[in-house]
């Protein structure tokens, strides 16, 4: 998927798409003017007015995007979360609906509308901010990526930059990439958590971010996910054996186990696995009384090394399932997730986009 030492083809060529140079075009980079001169960072970034949806990129030819940059504000004077409020689009070769909808700090792993630092493969969140996507995203006649301002307020300082490539003739057998976003506030007893369903045709799974909202006392991860392959019906043909197990952690993320020593709950970061979001105070500078808040749990698995193919259908759950001493208990938390997946088109219309309000973070 990535190619590190990569075939020099004729007729390849590298674009980026920036505030300052918006089609992508040869020798069009850096012109705009600032009080220093021409071609002196005179227009680094964009703002989003509210309630509009602002075309970021729009690519005619056949290619793949290799890389996206973001970075934004976090917050504003108006009450919300900007990482939750601001969604992310993404289509392939003229299609009417997204391959790819989701709020963009759950797409890049920062969970509740709150930022964490990710060092991964695919997806990195650097100091302060800096959201990168790896995913290889290919095209074979357009590409169009959208942003969607629902905060209350214009959302100012937003600078990004999108890296492509064109002129490579795809084979009619690359898979085209997906990202969607659900939620589940609360979850019910007993059912297990969709991550993903609808999927039809063939494909390759390759990640999933979860956050995790815990609103019941006691250890909350040891729900197993599944995955149901070409037909599964009541039992699965992947089945892991806990939440922290498929983030590539385990027993709890603690130091320690014990009921006596409050055990210290311990984050991490890694190439395809990791728990970097561990949250029990608001950050968010809207409340004036207090910043406490129910846990907030992030964590991710990218299935890069060890892709989960279909060839007829897909659909991903996972188990809402607790512990305390030695006993078993369904749970019911606040659950939201994101799956990355590549198949062939056309794809399966996606779930009604969920509205700002169904998305605020607890």
Known sequence: MYEFAPTIRPGVVSRSITAENPTGAKGAGGRAASQLGAGRKG???LTLPAGETTELAHIEGSGRITHLWFTLPDHTDAVGFV?????????????DTPSVEVPIGDFFCCGAGTRALITSAPITVAPTGGMNCYFPMPFGTAARITITNEHPV???GFFFQIDY???????TDTGRFHAQWRRQNPT???ID???????????AYVGTFLSITALERYWWGEGEVKFYLDGDDEYPTICGTGTEDYAGGAWAFQDQLSSTVEPDVLTFSAPFSGYPQYATRDTSKQAVY???MAPVHGMYRWHLPDPIHFEQDLRV???QIGQVGPDLFERSDDVSSVAYWYQLEPHAPFPQFPSRNERRPR
């Open 43 to 45: 227009r680094p970034c």
């Open 83 to 95: 990482l939750r409020d601001l969604v992310l689009r993404a289509y392939w070769d003229g299609e």
């Open 154 to 156: 214009e959302v100012g």
């Open 165 to 171: 490539q064109l002129g490579e003739s795809l084979p």
């Open 188 to 190: 019910e007893p007993g």
């Open 193 to 203: 958590y969709t991550i993903l369903d609808g999927v039809r045709g063939r494909g």
């Open 290 to 292: 207090t910043t406490a």
């Open 317 to 319: 759950t996972v188990q």
